[in-house]
């Protein structure tokens, strides 16, 4: 499906979440002096403006990154890509996690970002076009089965789905099972949101049953507005990178100081 655009929820607390996380495990990939290749498989338009009249009628980036980010450590990796992005565009500007990864990565890897719907994908571009990415407008699954394993081998696929068509639930775990037989020592970062009907439970419990090797990070928070699903947002994570544990743990206690008592 196609009317999914990700303006209206940019900079929400999924997005603190997920990025946080992501932007810690680049920071912590580059270390090591050799290339790696980031895959995306919803990339959504790369760049986003919350002072945009979609951003500001949800009030979701408001109540996540606009309320959130004092709290981030100045030398957090995502915190530093924010201030970076901030001071180049503007103090209204979001990275979307294509944004993030460029940002975090290095002149010897390679950024490869799926985009299926075409206004988005054309935002993509632009925003993509001082990075030196590979953009394909196209189904961002089959487009990762044609592209695993990727070279260099080394690297990280976010997974990151709208979920609005539920049979996704059923087959994501198929999905990542046939990618990681194709590229078993790839990083595969799963995002997904936690609803009030949970119906993320059977896909997490279908992913565990078939990577067992694998970890979970999830965080709760109140809804962004009344009669709002989502109440939290989860990341299933294959080969995550040493320390991950303990950089989620991080995320957590943010999470929590926020919210304590309001839940």
């Known amino acids: 499906m196609l009317s999914y655009q990700h303006l209206y929820h940019a900079g929400n607390l999924a997005d603190v979440h997920k990025h946080s996380l992501l932007a810690w495990a680049l920071a912590y990939m580059t270390r090591k002096d050799k290339p790696l290749s980031y895959i ?36 957090h990796p995502y915190r530093i890509v924010l201030e970076r ?66 070279e260099p081998r080394r690297g990280l696929l976010l997974i990151d789905p709208s979920y609005e068509v539920k049979a996704d639930y059923q087959t994501i775990p198929k999905l990542i099972a046939q990618i990681h037989r194709k590229w ?17 439970k059977p896909m997490i ?7 067992p090797d694998s970890t979970v990070h999830e965080v709760r ?12 947002s989860g990341l299933f994570v294959l080969n995550a990178p040493y320390g991950f544990d303990a950089a989620a743990a991080g995320i957590s206690a943010l999470f929590e100081n926020a919210f304590r008592g309001l839940r």
């Open 184 to 200: 078993a020592v790839g990083v595969i970062m799963l995002w997904y949101p936690i609803l009030t009907e949970a119906p993320h």
């Open 40 to 75: 995306e498989t919803h990339a959504g338009r790369g760049l986003y403006d919350l002072d945009d009249a979609a951003a500001v009628k949800t009030g979701e980036a408001a109540k996540g990154i606009g309320l959130l980010r004092d709290s981030i450590a100045p030398d």
């Open 85 to 150: 992005i901030r001071n180049k565009h503007g103090a209204a500007a979001y990275p979307g996690s294509p944004i993030i990864a460029a940002e975090s990565l290095r002149p010897m890897d390679d950024i490869h970002l799926a985009e299926m719907h075409p206004q988005e994908a054309a935002a993509l571009r632009d925003s993509m076009a001082p990075y030196g990415s590979i953009i394909r407008e196209a189904d961002g699954w089959q487009a990762t089965l044609s592209l695993c394993p990727p």
């Open 205 to 211: 419990a279908a992913l565990h049953d078939s990577l």
């Open 221 to 232: 928070f109140p809804p962004a507005r009344e009669g709002h699903r989502m109440v939290g």
